[in-house]
């Protein structure tokens, strides 16, 4: 199975800060990677696809990159909805798997 | 509007069974994908299972080969998950959600990304004695 970290696994950032989330892949995805947001008690929300496509009608400060087995989620001004769990997924071979996800706090 | 609605959850005793439902709305649901994602109370999420437009084909995780089935009625735009010998730790948020394929071009050749572009609410499976 491939495993997918994530860092940090948490962080504290203040609004308008520039954020970034790791994920590395324990082999190579190439871009088959996704990104999703989850608040709670909500269901996920899907970020970005193939490693750096935005999904319809998600702000564009949101961004992705990457390629191969490592990938980053950036979100370039933080806002106060931006405060969430960041999961990243592989969608290469199954079984698909997640990264264990990174909280974004407020300081 | 895109909508997914899962029903079927309650809870059940260790080694019991349930079946899931996920009422599907709004788009052409013979034309996509379907799968089931759980999430465990305070944890990540776990993909559990992907089923293909015709259900001729389907995909597990090893934990639940064996005793979960994923199907379809295309005539009902409806997903379930059969869920059989359930075990405590399977306590957990059940999703539905839609797997969109799209097609690009990365160096030089055409790749099918696949993603879950809408999910259900969820539905809480309690697994207790």
């Known amino acids: 199975d491939i495993q997918m970290t994530q860092s940090p696994s948490s962080l504290s950032a203040s609004v308008g800060d520039r954020v970034a989330i790791t994920c590395r892949a324990s082999?190579?995805?190439?871009?088959?990677l996704n990104w999703y947001q989850q608040k709670p008690g909500k269901a996920p929300k899907l970020l970005i696809y193939a490693a750096s496509s935005l999904q319809s009608g998600v702000p564009s400060r949101f961004s992705g990159s990457g390629s191969g087995t490592d990938f980053t989620l950036t979100i370039s001004s933080l806002q106060p909805a931006d405060f969430a769990t960041y999961y990243c997924?592989?969608?290469?071979?199954?079984?698909?798997?997640f990264g264990q996800g990174t909280k974004v706090e407020i300081k | 509007e895109v909508q997914l609605v899962e029903s079927g959850g309650g809870l059940v005793q260790p080694g019991g069974s349930l079946r899931l439902s996920c009422a599907a709305s709004?788009?052409?649901?013979?034309?996509?994908?379907m799968t089931w994602v759980r999430q465990a109370p305070g944890k990540g999420l776990e993909w559990v299972a992907n089923?293909?437009?015709?259900?001729?084909?389907?995909y597990y995780v090893d934990s639940v080969k064996g005793r979960f089935t994923i199907s379809r009625d295309n005539a009902k735009n409806s997903l379930y998950l059969q869920m059989n010998r359930l075990r405590a730790e399977e306590t957990a948020v059940y999703y539905c959600a839609r797997v969109f394929e799209s097609m690009i071009t990365f160096g030089g050749v055409i790749a099918i990304p696949v993603y879950f572009d809408y999910w259900g609410q969820g539905t809480l499976v309690t697994v207790s004695s």
């Open positions: 997924q592989q969608t290469y071979i199954t079984p698909l798997t």
């Open positions: 082999q190579s995805i190439t871009i088959y």
């Open positions: 709004g788009f052409t649901f013979t034309n996509y994908w």
């Open positions: 089923i293909k437009q015709d259900g001729s084909l389907t």
